[in-house]
C-alpha cells in the first residue's frame, strides 16, 4: 500500500528536468542532511522535484521531509524492500531523469550537473560516480568497507543504489523487482543491459554515506545480505545472455568452505591444547590478507587502510557462504526470506 503525504504548496508549470526519489526508513537527521544537500547542489538547469519514499518511520521521518519541501509517500508493504520504494518514487515522478538516493548520503553538490550530459547518449541508462564513506575514522569496518565503494569508471555491469537513470528505461524494464531484499540494483541493470542500454560509472564524487557500523553483528549481517544477492542473482540469470555473479557465487561458496575450515581447525587445535594449528591458521590469514593489500594500492595510498580491507576482503567470506547458504536453503522450503537490516 502507498500513500501519499504532503507535497509543496506551490507547483511549477514548467516540467521538471530532474527527479531525486530518496528512500528511508528511521534515518532520523541523516535524513534532514540529504534532504539539504538537495536543496544546495548546482542548478541542473531545470526544476527539480524531490520525492522522499518513507518505508514506515516511528521517528517522524515523513514530517520532516515534508517541512523541508518534499513530496511525501509512504510504503507499508508486508515484506519491505529497498525496490520497492525506489519504484514508488520514480512512478511518481515526472522528470525525464531520476536519481536515486538512500536517506543515509549526501549529495555531492556537482555530481548532477556533470552526469546529466553523459545522458545525452541514449544508450546510456544509468550514470553512476563514487560513494564515499562519510565518517571512515568511526570504526575499522567502516575504514574497510569505504574501499569497497571504489570501482574503475567506464561502462559496467551494475550500479548501486545511488545513480541517475532514464526514467523511460525504467518504465520499458517496469522498474526494479520489489520482491527482492537485496541486488536489486544490479538486477535491474541486467534486464536493461539486455535491451542494449548501457551502465556508465564516471569518474566523479557522488556521494557521502554514513555506514554508522560499530558493531560485528551489523558487519555479519550486512555480508549474509550479500551472500542472499549473490546467490539469489547467480541463479535467476544462469543459462541468459547476460549471466550475474555465477563467477562469484561459485568462487564463494570454495573460498568461504576453506576459511570457515580453516577457523574450525584452528578453534579445534586450541581446544586440544595445541598452538601450532592457530599459529598457521593466523599465519595463512596474514599472508592473504597482505596479498589483497597489495592488489588494491590503486584503491588507497595508507597502507593500514589496504590492510583491513584485505582482512575484510577474506573474513566475509564466511557470512556470505551463510547467506548463500540460507538463501538455497529457504529456496529448498519454498520460503522467501525478510529484509536482511545491518542498522
Not at 19 to 45: F, H, K, Q, Y
Not at 173 to 178: T, Y
Not at 315 to 340: A, E, N, S
Request: net charge positive.
Amino acid at each position: 500500500m502507498i500513500e501519499s503525504g504532503s507535497a509543496p504548496a506551490a507547483v511549477a508549470q514548467t516540467l521538471p528536468i530532474l527527479a531525486v526519489v530518496i528512500i528511508g526508513r528511521n534515518e532520523g537527521e541523516r535524513l534532514v542532511r540529504c534532504l539539504e544537500s538537495v536543496r544546495t547542489m548546482a542548478d541542473p538547469g531545470g526544476p527539480v522535484e524531490v520525492i522522499y519514499v518513507d518505508s514506515a518511520s516511528t521517528d517522524g521521518s515523513p514530517q520532516r521531509a515534508a517541512a523541508l519541501g518534499a513530496q511525501v509517500l509512504t510504503v507499508r508493504p508486508e515484506r519491505p524492500s529497498a525496490a520497492l520504494g525506489r519504484n514508488a518514487g520514480w512512478r511518481a515522478a515526472q522528470a525525464p531523469f531520476v536519481l536515486f538516493l538512500d536517506g543515509d548520503t549526501i549529495l555531492h553538490p556537482r555530481f548532477v550537473v556533470e552526469a546529466l550530459p553523459e545522458l545525452q547518449d541514449s544508450t546510456i541508462a544509468v550514470v553512476w560516480g563514487h560513494r564515499r564513506e562519510i565518517h571512515p575514522e568511526a570504526s575499522w569496518y567502516n575504514r574497510a568497507l569505504d574501499l569497497d565503494w571504489i570501482y574503475p569508471p567506464g561502462i559496467t555491469e551494475f550500479c548501486g543504489g545511488d545513480a541517475i537513470m532514464r526514467r523511460a528505461a525504467l518504465s520499458e524494464v517496469d522498474g526494479f523487482d520489489a520482491g527482492l531484499i537485496a541486488g536489486e540494483e544490479p538486477e535491474l541493470c541486467q534486464r536493461l543491459r539486455a535491451r542494449g542500454y548501457r551502465i556508465l560509472h564516471v569518474d566523479r564524487p557522488m556521494t557521502g554515506h554514513d555506514l554508522a557500523m560499530t558493531q560485528w553483528r551489523q558487519y555479519w549481517r550486512r555480508a549474509v545480505r550479500a551472500g542472499h544477492a549473490y546467490a539469489e542473482m547467480a541463479a535467476r540469470f544462469r543459462g541468459t545472455a547476460t549471466p550475474l555473479w555465477q563467477v562469484d557465487a561459485r568462487r564463494n561458496l570454495i573460498r568461504g568452505g576453506i576459511l570457515l575450515l580453516s577457523l574450525l581447525l584452528a578453534i579445534g587445535g586450541a581446544l586440544c591444547g595445541s598452538l601450532a594449528i592457530p599459529l598457521l591458521v593466523a599465519a595463512g590469514w596474514l599472508a592473504l590478507a597482505l596479498r589483497t593489500a597489495i592488489k588494491v594500492g590503486w584503491k588507497s595510498r595508507d597502507p593500514w587502510t589496504r590492510f583491513l580491507y584485505g582482512l575484510h576482503s577474506h573474513l566475509q567470506q564466511i557470512p556470505i557462504l551463510v547467506g548463500q547458504m540460507g538463501y538455497h536453503w529457504d529456496r529448498w522450503r519454498g520460503q522467501r526470506r525478510g529484509l536482511i537490516e545491518y542498522k
